[in-house]
């Protein structure tokens, strides 16, 4: 018998995307910008009231007309979404019917929270794929380059999806390595020559002291370029932090923060003058609000809000993401045109209140990583007296002569007060923070 031809199936590894023709929108003027996120704006909210069953429900019980969007500001008259409306609702946010879904995402659950599934069409993919495209292009990726995804790609985890399809978009060579075993990883990064490194800055270094302890030399590996995700690099004056100047020294090698979230669906990427991560004007909407939910002042600290702009499947508006972080708009050495959000400075609801000021796990914790004299640490919360929270930074050291009050003294001079400070070994260090059930590092505990 002959064999049966079978027409090709039409559809491109990296489909295009309708927005990419806006790709070089961030250097045009502010008026230009202006105009086209506004009418992108508008599309967005009126297709998301057409259908998404969630927003035709909120915009009726809010009385909120999707056709008087013309901007940003008329958003102010619409309540926030949230986490926990995904959680109660998450069929009602469906806007496409459940044939055109091609990819299923669940967030990373990192605060405790039950994952949530965001659905994803063939549409949605191409948006991410120029997404991460366009911040890669914005580093120099290109052609020429083997990129390392050490960002799991397995367990329905949007991060390590979207950062390989956006290495193909800009004709990177990719390699798939996953969040493992850092030894691996390190064999993995020699046998390809790979010379940029995406992934979480504390398993970066682990990979670096896994090729030290082989007997190999990280510096010398040929690395031009990381791109960090999901832990901090920057203080609120934009200074590296000093676990990152570690892991630069360590791969002689620049680092460069990148943000988003699995609902965002957007990134947020530092140019090469890492001064704040970059919005994409045809991508998102940010708005960094209060407590009260008002807007906060150019330069405030406050919550960031997004709004990611042509999504199909799963549509929101007026995303909470729970990141506490502040707008700059100051121009950018770069020459882009467009506003950025600055290092994420904590969790809204990882808040601590503690001897007459405020500050979050991850100053803590940033205090105390890249020192020589700490092997890792977590911090606890528990309820204190008067209004006020009892914290407890549990530290594993380098060294059986460092006391506690080394360490408070450590914390003291970076963050201004020295929590309770508890030695615990590495087992119960390694036990605490590493659980099979998360994906990221447990690093806050909160038993308020």
């Known amino acids: 018998m002959g064999r049966t031809k079978i027409d090709k199936i039409q559809m491109p590894l990296i489909a295009d995307c309708p927005v990419q023709r806006f790709a070089d929108l961030e ?18 909210v009126r297709y998301a009231g057409r259908s998404s069953p969630f927003y035709r429900d909120l915009f009726e019980r809010s009385e909120f007309d999707p056709g008087s969007v013309k901007s940003a500001d008329d958003l102010a008259r619409l309540p926030c979404t949230d986490k926990s ?18 990819d299923v995402c669940l967030t990373s659950a990192t605060t405790g929270d039950s994952p949530s599934a965001l659905l994803q069409t063939r549409g949605d993919l191409a948006r991410l794929a120029y997404n991460e495209g366009a911040a890669f292009r914005m580093l120099g990726v290109g052609p020429g380059d083997t990129m390392v995804v050490a960002a ?32 691996q990883q390190w064999q993995i990064l020699k046998a390809t020559g790979a010379n940029v490194l995406v992934g979480v800055p504390s398993l970066m270094w682990k990979i670096g002291q896994a090729a030290r302890e082989s ?55 530092e140019c090469p003058e890492r001064r704040g991560g970059h919005l994409r004007p045809e ?23 997004v709004t990611p702009l042509g ?28 506003p950025r959000l600055g290092p994420i400075l904590g969790r809204k609801n990882q808040m601590l209140k503690y001897k007459g000021t405020t500050l979050f796990p991850s100053s803590i914790l940033a205090a105390l990583e890249g020192r020589d004299e700490v092997t890792g640490a977590y911090v ?5 007296e008067g209004g006020t929270d009892r914290v407890i930074v549990k530290v594993n050291v380098s060294k059986a002569e460092i006391t506690t009050d080394d360490i408070a003294e450590l914390l003291r001079a970076h963050i201004r007060v020295a929590p309770e400070v508890v030695l615990v070994s590495d087992a119960e260090l390694q036990e605490r923070t590493s659980q099979l059930s998360k994906r990221k590092r447990a690093t806050f505990f909160d038993f308020r």
């Not at 606890?380 to 204190?384: D, F, P, V």
């Open 27 to 44: 250097f045009r003027s502010a008026e230009e910008i202006a105009v086209v996120q506004n009418d992108l704006l508008a599309e967005h």
């Open 85 to 102: 409306d995904l959680t109660a609702r998450a069929a009602d946010f469906l806007a496409v019917s459940p044939d055109e879904i091609v």
């Open 152 to 183: 799991a790609l397995d367990r329905c985890f949007m991060a390590g999806l979207a950062y390989y399809l956006g290495g193909l978009r800009v004709g990177a060579r990719m390699v798939r390595a996953g969040s493992g075993n850092p030894i």
């Open 215 to 269: 007997g190999g030399n990280p510096a010398a590996m040929g690395v031009r370029m990381m791109a960090a995700i999901g832990e901090p690099t920057r203080d609120a004056d934009l200074e590296l932090l000093p676990a990152a100047r570690r892991l630069e020294e360590m791969w002689n090698a620049p680092v460069h923060s990148t943000y988003a979230s699995t609902e965002i669906a957007t990134a947020f990427c």
């Open 283 to 305: 991508l998102a909407t940010l708005e960094i609000l209060d407590d009260a939910g008002g807007p906060v002042p150019s330069g405030g600290v406050g919550e960031a809000v």
């Open 311 to 338: 999504v199909q499947g799963m549509p929101l508006v007026r995303f909470r993401t729970g990141d506490i972080s502040f707008l700059i708009d100051e121009p950018c050495p770069c020459r882009r045109r467009t």
């Open 380 to 384: 606890e919360a528990r309820r204190g």
